[in-house]
């Protein structure tokens, strides 16, 4: 833990009381993603959709930089921390989960995705000592995948099966990719940097990744040929990258990781309401049942003693941890 007494990070902040709201932002940020996820696709090739995601949020990212006046991180630790950051939280889930929905429905997508609170937790214990296992939490863990096997269980079938189980294979391993750079950021990057220069950085950085992905492997960037797609890439990096990584760094400097990416909770009731409403997927038994035991899961991980010894442990934050001077 850090010692109270020790002078703060530069960029430390302390909770306002709108974090909550914020919360509902961003769960409705990205929530909304998967949905326009699965409609861009359709006419676009994966890399381009990422590429065209960012190019619309980093826009928005050097806008909010200049109104804000926000000065961006110098420093040759902190920029090649960003550029960590842009491969595990931004390159490969965002291409990943849009290549997933290629051949899953949009909510399936987002309840997988909800494992990443696991993986917060796991990679917080074993790889930054960030965090601490209990018993409960261990529990949680396996409860949570076995609602993902159950969910699986009633998602695959068809001609299309292989490219389903890839699919949920992709979201999962994106879903680790996530959890890594949540942990990663709450003990390497949290406090020395603005979140909204930590936003763009991590943005800006992965854009032309992205672009060279695109064009070694495709021959180029698709433009959006059908307003459909022009509108869902122009939600996806406004609304889901560059609004909510806003949110989403700003919750983070204030908040722990294994907190903040409890916002899977509502992101899932929104994901799987657009799809539902929107598209038209269908709600099976297994998926609901399944979708309860990933609920039960992510609160039984986020609960650091038993619950009748601390019934309000998933709403508290955490003990800052300590954070080694770079």
């Known amino acids: 833990m850090r010692d109270a007494a020790a002078p703060p990070l530069p960029h430390e902040q302390r909770e306002t009381g709108v974090e909550p709201v914020l919360f509902v932002l961003l769960a409705c940020a990205w929530g909304s993603s998967y949905l326009f996820i699965k409609i861009g696709v359709e006419t676009l090739p994966v890399l381009s959709l990422v590429t065209w995601r960012l190019v619309f949020g980093t826009a928005l990212l050097v806008a909010a930089v200049l109104v804000l006046r926000v000065r961006l991180p110098r420093d040759r630790s902190l920029l090649a921390r960003l550029v960590v950051l842009s491969v595990v939280n931004i390159v490969v889930p965002f291409v990943l989960i849009t290549w997933a929905e290629q051949s899953i429905d ?12 696991f993986f917060t937790l796991l990679l917080s214990v074993l790889a930054f000592n960030a965090d601490r296992m209990t018993g409960i939490r261990l529990g949680g863990l396996f409860v949570g995948f076995a609602g993902v096997i159950v969910i699986s269980s009633g998602s695959i079938g068809g001609p299309d099966a292989l490219g389903q189980i890839a699919g949920i294979v992709a979201v999962v391993i994106a879903s680790a ?150």
């Open 106 to 117: 949009s909510g399936l997508a987002s309840i997988l995705n909800a494992t990443t609170p």
């Open 177 to 326: 990719s996530y959890g890594l750079g949540n942990a990663f950021f709450g003990r390497q990057v949290r406090g020395r940097v603005d979140p909204t220069a930590a936003a763009l950085g991590q943005v800006g950085i992965a854009l032309p990744m992205v672009i060279v992905l695109s064009v070694v492997t495709t021959g180029g960037v698709a433009v959006p040929s059908v307003p459909e797609a022009l509108f869902a890439v122009a939600w996806l990096g406004i609304v889901g990258s560059g609004i909510a990584y806003l949110l989403f760094f700003r919750l983070l400097a204030v908040w722990n990781p294994t907190r903040v990416s409890l916002v899977t909770y509502l992101m899932q009731v929104v994901a799987v309401g657009l799809g539902v409403v929107v598209l038209g997927e269908p709600l099976t038994v297994e998926f609901l049942a399944g979708a309860v035991l990933v609920v039960l899961g992510i609160a039984m991980v986020n609960l650091r003693s038993a619950p009748w010894r601390r019934t309000a442990a998933i709403l508290e934050p955490e003990a800052e941890v300590s954070v080694p001077e770079p």
